[in-house]
């Protein structure tokens, strides 16, 4: 049964939500959180203190779900990663600026990985399909297909729906595009750009957990 | 320092947080070569009236400008871009002016900003 102690302010757009009726964030660290059913941010981007404060009076069956998606989390990294090995990340994106920043990005922050690089939509997707990449980064506006196509076809093929996929646009701006992509898409994250390296990294890490030198020295630390 | 109004000095410290001069070197000189290819574009699209070509080429250029930094020249192009969303518009020669010239705007920046 819901009570108050359930309802959550999104730290966004205000909206008040039931955290336990709402979708879970898919960030890595160790506040994973409902999402704002309105604009589909999660309560991790609240203040430190606003997020201890809403989880020491939450209710014992939210703190259950809190402990079964943190669960299913660290499974899903597990199982894509069994052996402990590199992570693959797929971009696709017709601006071929953008593959050298994002390289760059990732190679200064020590990524552990692999990064694929496609140049058009119907490449990409044929490089998803026959990779199956952990995190797919894709520009909404592609020639080809568009990049919200593939991460509906990549979220609705069993091969691929277990990866990510993160949208990133300069031109669909806005929390309606926002939350087109992540509902009728289906995509994991929204981007506008221009992406900064910080939220590269950021969403990066929460989308596939720790694969930057800082985040595996963090986990150590936390460890 | 460089004007504010074409280039954001902001993006170029980012982009030079992020690698040696080199980096920021190959990244502006991608940028110079994309922009002249995406300018042909916008040409033949201009030339067949293809709305749909001319509207996506400025799009591309507006994306790839301000991922450098280039936001005088990315204004123009969302400018020209939203100004086809119309389904009745037709790209015209004022608009490629437009674009041209402030690529050459931002070009001549970043020629005086890129490392040597």
Redesign the interface.
């Known amino acids: 049964m819901t009570t108050v102690k359930d309802l959550f302010r999104c730290p966004h757009c205000a909206a008040l939500n039931n955290a336990l009726e709402a979708d879970w964030c898919l960030c890595t660290g160790s506040e994973q959180s409902p999402v704002c059913n309105r604009c589909r941010h999660c309560l991790c981007e609240a203040r430190t203190e606003v997020r201890a404060e809403f989880w020491q009076f939450a209710s014992r069956e939210l703190i259950e779900r809190r402990r079964k998606e943190r669960q299913a989390r660290r499974l899903f990294i597990a199982s894509r990663r069994p052996d402990g090995g590199h992570p693959v990340i797929l971009l696709i994106d017709d601006d071929i600026v953008i593959h050298s920043i994002v390289d760059r990005v990732l190679t200064s922050g020590g990524f552990s990985g692999t990064l694929l690089h496609a140049y058009d939509g119907v490449t990409g997707l044929q490089t998803a399909e026959r990779v199956a990449p952990e995190l797919v980064l894709t520009d909404a506006l592609l020639p080809a297909l568009d990049g919200r196509d593939i991460a509906r076809r990549l979220k609705s093929d069993p091969a691929t729906a277990g990866g990510r996929v993160v949208v990133m646009t300069a031109l669909y701006k806005g929390v309606k595009y926002r939350n087109e992509a992540l509902g009728k898409y289906c995509a994991d994250e929204f981007l506008e750009k221009p992406v900064t390296a910080r939220q590269l990294r950021k969403v990066v890490s929460d989308m596939i957990g720790p694969v930057f030198a800082a985040d595996r020295d963090l986990t150590s630390v936390a460890s | 320092m460089s004007d504010v109004f074409i280039l954001n000095s902001e ?1 170029i410290e ?2 030079r ?3 040696d001069d080199d ?1 920021v070197r ?2 502006f000189e ?2 110079e070569a ?1 922009g002249a290819l995406l300018l042909a574009g916008l040409h033949a699209a201009l030339l067949s009236g293809d709305r749909v070509a001319f509207r ?1 080429g400025a ?2 250029l ?3 400008s ?3 930094g280039a936001s005088g020249i990315a204004d123009v192009c969302r400018f020209v ?1 939203a100004a086809l969303g119309d389904e009745a518009a037709v790209p015209d020669p004022t608009q490629l002016g437009a674009i041209e010239r402030e690529f050459s705007r931002a070009a001549a920046e970043i020629q005086r900003t890129k490392p040597n």
């Open positions: 993006t980012h982009l947080a992020l690698g980096f190959e990244i991608a940028w994309q996506r799009h591309a507006a994306g790839s301000l991922n450098v871009e």
